[in-house]
């Protein structure tokens, strides 16, 4: 199913992002597929918007 909707992204010329990337092994199949970006705990934790950006 992620490779078909991560084609299907490429057919029509956008770029991709995973969700819910748990961990390592499911982040190293994405990149495998040529998923373009990844969000998830397996990336990084929630953190407060503000923190992001402060200095």
Do not use: H, S, W
């Not at 970006?37 to 990336?43: H, L, S």
């Amino acid at each position: 199913m992620v490779c078909a909707i991560n084609e299907i992204g490429k057919v029509l010329g956008e770029q991709t992002v995973a969700e819910f990337v748990e961990n390592d092994e499911i982040r190293a199949c994405l990149i495998e597929i040529g998923v373009n970006f990844v969000q998830g705990y397996g990336v990084a934790m929630p953190r407060p918007l503000a923190e992001m950006f402060a200095a």
